[in-house]
């Protein structure tokens, strides 16, 4: 995997992906864009979302929605690095499983999501999850 960062003014930079995806970060104070640092933990978010959603469809539940609410605390020095990060799921649905949820978060958690589990390596990451009920269809 191969990606390009370009400065484009100020503290305004264009990554470029190999398969030739543009994002915007922002590095500074005028937040034109994401940071560097909130693109690693929404990263995070959506590597297991990926995961959790996939796992719910394979067993077969009846959900319209997952979201994942992400909380960090970083290092008060430089380098600010993340030091812990939760990442809460909240399903929406009918009748979804309390239990494949929790297994589905732990699957990622532990075997499929390769940007939580680098991650792991040096930051305390905890894993919740809820399950709303949706009006009947």
């Given at each position: 995997?191969?990606?390009?960062?370009?400065?484009?003014?100020?503290?305004?930079?264009?990554?470029?992906?190999?398969?030739?995806?543009?994002?915007?970060?922002?590095?500074?104070?005028?937040?034109?864009?994401?940071?560097?640092?909130?693109?690693?933990?929404?990263?995070?978010?959506?590597?297991?979302?990926?995961?959790?959603?996939?796992?719910?469809?394979?067993?077969?539940?009846?959900?319209?929605?997952?979201?994942?609410?992400?909380?960090?605390?970083?290092?008060?020095?430089?380098?600010?690095?993340?030091?812990?990060?939760?990442?809460?799921?909240v399903?929406?649905?009918?009748?979804?499983?309390?239990?494949?949820?929790?297994?589905?978060?732990?699957?990622?958690?532990?075997?499929y999501?390769?940007?939580?589990?680098m991650?792991?390596?040096?930051?305390?990451?905890?894993?919740?999850?809820?399950?709303?009920?949706?009006?009947?269809?």
């Open positions: 995997m191969q990606a390009n960062v370009k400065w484009v003014d100020g503290d305004t930079f264009i990554g470029r992906s190999e398969s030739g995806h543009n994002i915007v970060f922002d590095a500074g104070s005028n937040s034109a864009a994401p940071s560097p640092m909130e693109m690693v933990l929404m990263s995070a978010g959506c590597c297991s979302s990926v995961d959790v959603v996939s796992i719910l469809k394979k067993s077969k539940q009846d959900f319209d929605n997952v979201e994942v609410k992400l909380t960090s605390e970083r290092a008060q020095t430089a380098p600010r690095v993340f030091t812990k990060m939760n990442l809460h799921f399903v929406t649905g009918r009748n979804v499983s309390q239990k494949h949820l929790a297994r589905a978060v732990q699957l990622s958690a532990e075997k999501c390769s940007v939580a589990l991650l792991d390596k040096t930051v305390e990451i905890t894993h919740s999850h809820e399950v709303i009920e949706s009006e009947v269809k």
